[in-house]
């Protein structure tokens, strides 16, 4: 079955504690994208990769992290995380960066991350 | 610099009634236009897209969607509610390939919660 998948589901954490949200999407598509998703504000990308080793940061970036070492994994890094980095995540994913404007893009069922 | 605004952050219909989920977009060139739906505790699923085709989109489970660039909208409707589209609904806009490229990045509205009376 062609999906997205994150890990864990659920995270409760405390500040400053390092942790990683893994994304892996077996579809081989090229691009991937973090968002976050807070109430009233709808989706907001974070960081973004169109290839292996290519990323580039999206509109709030600040206090994340990610690696594009492998085409399928694109995992996200909140090296120190505070409380104001409450919230869903979801990882996404499309087939190509050349024509990724008009693809669908394939969401992960969601990280919901609390810092305490 | 491209933006999608929801007008509505919550919207109520009776079962069989029309919906309507509005959306307005800025964009300074011409945009790809997508519609997604998020069920409680899912990720986010297409209803429908504009990739600049025919104005009049039709996607899943009975939505449709009409572009009319001198409106800058892309309202989202369906004819007939049914209690299992109580959800939440974004508007997204994501620019043409410049030069070959594009980034894919996608900018989303507000959201509509959607809910559904029997």
């Known amino acids: 079955e062609a999906q997205v998948t994150q890990n864990p589901r659920y995270l409760i954490t405390v500040t400053g504690k390092k942790l990683t949200v893994t994304c892996s999407q077996n579809m081989n598509h090229e691009y991937m994208s973090w968002y976050r998703q807070d109430p009233g504000l709808g989706l907001r990308q974070i960081y973004y990769s169109m290839n292996v080793e290519v990323t580039d940061k999206g509109d709030v970036p600040e206090g994340y992290k990610v690696s594009r070492k ?14 104001n980095q409450t919230s869903l995540y979801f990882c996404a994913s499309s087939k190509d960066r050349w024509t990724s404007g008009s693809n669908e893009q394939f969401f992960g069922p969601g990280t919901r991350l609390t810092v305490l | 610099a491209q933006s999608v605004t929801q007008l509505g952050s919550h919207v109520s219909v009776s079962e069989g009634a029309l919906v309507l989920l509005r959306c307005n977009y800025s964009s300074s060139v011409p945009p790809y236009l997508f519609w997604y739906v998020q069920y409680p505790n899912q990720g ?37 509610a049914h209690m299992s589209d109580a959800a939440e609904y974004f508007c997204a806009v994501s620019l ?6 594009s980034y894919g990045k996608l900018t989303f509205g507000q959201g509509t919660i959607l809910t559904v009376h029997p």
């Open chain 2, 96 to 101: 043409l390939p410049a030069g070959g490229t």
């Open chain 1, 70 to 83: 492998e085409k399928r994994n694109f995992p996200l890094i909140l090296e120190s995380p505070s409380p």
């Open chain 2, 44 to 80: 986010l699923q297409l209803l429908l897209k504009y990739t600049s085709a025919a104005t009049l989109v039709k996607g899943i489970n009975g939505f449709e969607a009409e572009f009319k660039k001198s409106e800058t909208s892309f309202h989202l409707t369906k004819p007939s």
